[in-house]
């Protein structure tokens, strides 16, 4: 089984920034694709950034978080991270991780076996 933890959500006005982290445990986490996803109200859970296994070269982002958003990993630590800067009030949602075994970088939720339980990300105008 493969646990998932994220950490590091909360309110910011809007142009600030969070980081997000991701602690993974019960499997090899650089064996792992992983991927940031979120869900805002009444919305449906969307893609946000993924990173590939190993050494992370490869990393995919949503447009409407292009150049804003970094997704890295620290494979000694277990742990992926989401850098947000120039937050906007839209960015508000859940941010959730997510793990899936191999080398592939995949923007699709079903795509994804392990899931964490989610972090508040709250973004004031």
């Known amino acids: 089984q493969v646990q998932l933890v994220e950490a590091g959500g909360g309110l910011v006005q809007a142009g600030g920034s969070l980081r997000l982290s991701c602690a993974a445990s019960?499997?090899?986490?650089?064996?792992?694709?992983m991927g940031w996803f979120r869900q805002a109200p009444g919305k449906e859970r969307e893609f946000v950034a993924a990173?590939?296994?190993?050494?992370?070269?490869?990393?995919y982002y949503a447009d409407s978080v292009k150049g804003r958003f970094t997704i890295s990993r620290d494979n000694a630590k277990n742990t992926v991270y989401l850098q947000m800067n120039s937050l906007k009030p839209e960015d508000t949602a859940v941010y959730y991780c997510?793990?899936?075994?191999?080398?592939?970088?995949?923007?699709?939720?079903?795509?994804?076996?392990?899931w964490g339980q989610g972090t508040q990300v709250t973004v004031s105008s």
């Open positions: 997510a793990a899936r075994p191999g080398l592939l970088v995949l923007t699709t939720m079903s795509e994804y076996d392990y």
């Open positions: 019960g499997h090899t986490f650089g064996s792992y694709a």
């Open positions: 990173i590939s296994w190993s050494s992370g070269r490869n990393t």
